[in-house]
C-alpha cells in the first residue's frame, strides 16, 4: 500500500482529541496531556474521550507531504519560485498575496512547470481573473461617467441660478430706482409746502 493512502487511512480513523473537562468555561480547547491523580483520560479508561498518542501519527517519510505527495513551499513573490525543485516540490500561494500579484506568480509557475497546490485549475483562476478585471473597469468607467453627469447638472443649475439672480438684480434695481425717483418727487413736494 501506498504510504499517502496508509496516511489517508490513519487519519480518517483519527479522533478529535478534546481537552479534559472542556465543559467548563475557563478550559480552552487546546489539547494539553491529562496529569491528573484519579484522571480517567489518562487511565484510558473505556467510554472516557481518546488520548493522544503515536499511533495517530502519519508514516515518517510523508509527514509533512501535500496529499499529492510533493514538498510544500509557500510563495509570496516570483523569486521565491527559483529556488523549487518541480519534481520534488509545489508551491503554495500564501493567502496574504494581492490579486495581481498572484496573477504574475501562476503565469511565471505556469511557465516553470511548477504546480500550484491551491489551485486546482491555473487556466480557469486566470481566466476569471480577466473576467473580473474587465467587469472592474466596466464599474469604473460607469462611475466616472455619472460624476461628469452630475458636475455638469449642477453647472447647468449653478448657471441657471446666476441667471435668475441678475433678473432677479435687475427686478430690483428697477424697483429701487422707482422708489428713489418717488421719494425724491416726494421732497419736492414737501419743499414746495
Given amino acids: 500500500m501506498n504510504l499517502l493512502e496508509l496516511r489517508k487511512q490513519i487519519k480518517g480513523k483519527k479522533p478529535k482529541f478534546v481537552r479534559q473537562d472542556l465543559k467548563k468555561k475557563r478550559v480552552s480547547k487546546n489539547w494539553r496531556r491529562p496529569r491528573g491523580i484519579d484522571s480517567k483520560l489518562r487511565l484510558k479508561l473505556k467510554g472516557h474521550a481518546k488520548k493522544v498518542s503515536i499511533g495517530y501519527g502519519s508514516p515518517k517519510k510523508v509527514k509533512g507531504l501535500h496529499k499529492s505527495g510533493l514538498k510544500v513551499v ?12 518541480k519534481e520534488k516540490e509545489g508551491a503554495i500561494i500564501k493567502g496574504s498575496v494581492g490579486l495581481r500579484k498572484k496573477v504574475e506568480l501562476v503565469n511565471k509557475a505556469k511557465e516553470k512547470g511548477i504546480k500550484i497546490l491551491n489551485l486546482k485549475d491555473p487556466d480557469q483562476f486566470l481566466k476569471c481573473v480577466v473576467e473580473l478585471m474587465k467587469k472592474k473597469k466596466e464599474e469604473k468607467r460607469k462611475i466616472a461617467e455619472k460624476k461628469e453627469k452630475k458636475a455638469k447638472q449642477l453647472k447647468e443649475k449653478a448657471k441657471k441660478k446666476e441667471e435668475k439672480g441678475e433678473l432677479a438684480d435687475k427686478i430690483k434695481s428697477e424697483e429701487e430706482r422707482k422708489e428713489e425717483e418717488k421719494m425724491e418727487k416726494d421732497k419736492l413736494l414737501t419743499k414746495r409746502t
Fill in 74 to 85: 509557500f510563495v509570496s513573490s516570483p523569486a521565491d519560485l527559483d529556488g523549487i525543485n
